[in-house]
């Protein structure tokens, strides 16, 4: 009779408790994603917060590396204006590179899917381009073309077309030999072979390479500053290193990374508003 007794008690307990425990994971599975999402940030803080540190311990120059602190008072003290003006001239230099280097690639990428012998010919050539270092183009291409515009164009137009050629190939070649084949039973047109069948393969890839090449825009035109501008944000910063102002280069130079990553994640957004089904199902 004792033991019949005790099972039923010892059970109602553990019901008991069973609820109170339940919470326990779901606020520790809450808890784990509240630090991942603040992890990147944190991470930056604490590095920033290092780099203040050390500058202040070490007694390290401004000239030789500024503090965060003094970069952002640099910053602050260069006028608002100023900032415009450089910005937009570097901002639009670097645009018109990139609109004209996605204009040229793509098409050009689809005539080297759909040619082997255009392919064969061409691609040596392209490969030759991009192994050219544009700095020591640089110069020859601005005594060409002039001290305007056009100069910086061509050149961020040279250093962003290939991956996005490159890319867009890859995307064109890696659609299943099958629907080839099937829409060309169908007696499908070559048009419409590209356009329905083979460029929605290519549109992971294009958009990866359109990611990679808003930055390397941004680079081509202050590549493009640095030999021949009077306005810019790469004039800026070789304006204020040459007067040994690196606090306000430091600052120059975070408004370039500002803007290369404003620039990709509209890439990102655009590709999640017009193709989401281009992006893997944790991304969409």
């Not at 590095?47 to 602190?69: K, M, R």
């Not at 020591?136 to 100069?151: E, H, K, N």
């Not at 070789?238 to 040994?244: A, G, K, M, N, W």
């Amino acid at each position: 009779m004792t033991d019949t007794t005790a099972a039923p008690s010892e059970t109602v307990v553990a019901d008991a408790d069973a609820p109170s425990s339940a919470p326990a994971p779901a606020v520790r599975t809450t808890l784990l994603a509240w630090l991942d999402g603040l992890a990147p940030g944190l991470a930056f803080a604490a590095a920033l917060a290092a780099w203040e540190g050390a500058t202040h311990v070490f007694a390290i120059p401004s000239f030789l590396l500024p503090a965060p602190s003094a970069i952002v008072s640099a910053g602050l003290a260069t006028p608002v204006d100023v900032w415009f003006g450089h910005i937009w001239a570097t901002l639009r230099v670097a645009l018109m590179g990139y609109v004209l280097a996605i204009a040229v690639s793509v098409p050009l990428a689809v005539a080297l899917a759909s040619s082997r012998l255009l392919s064969r010919t061409l691609y040596p050539m392209l490969v030759v381009v991009q192994s050219t270092p544009i700095v020591a183009v640089a110069p020859i291409i601005v005594v060409t073309l002039g001290a305007s515009d056009l100069p910086r164009v061509a050149i961020t137009f040279l250093i962003t077309f290939f991956p996005i050629v490159v890319s867009t190939v890859t995307g064109l070649l890696s659609t299943p030999e099958e629907l080839i084949e099937l829409s060309r039973s169908l007696r499908a047109g070559r048009s419409r072979e590209i356009l329905h069948i083979r460029l929605p393969y290519a549109v992971p890839h294009l958009f990866s390479a359109l990611k990679i090449s808003t930055t390397l825009a941004v680079i081509g035109a202050v590549v493009a500053e640095f030999v021949a501008a009077e306005r810019g944000l790469g004039f800026f910063i070789l304006f204020s290193t040459s007067f040994f102002k690196i606090p306000a280069a430091f600052a120059g130079l975070v408004v370039l990374v500002a803007i290369s990553l404003v620039l990709f994640r509209l890439v990102g957004l655009a590709q999640r508003t017009l193709v989401p089904w281009s992006l893997p199902k944790s991304e969409r």
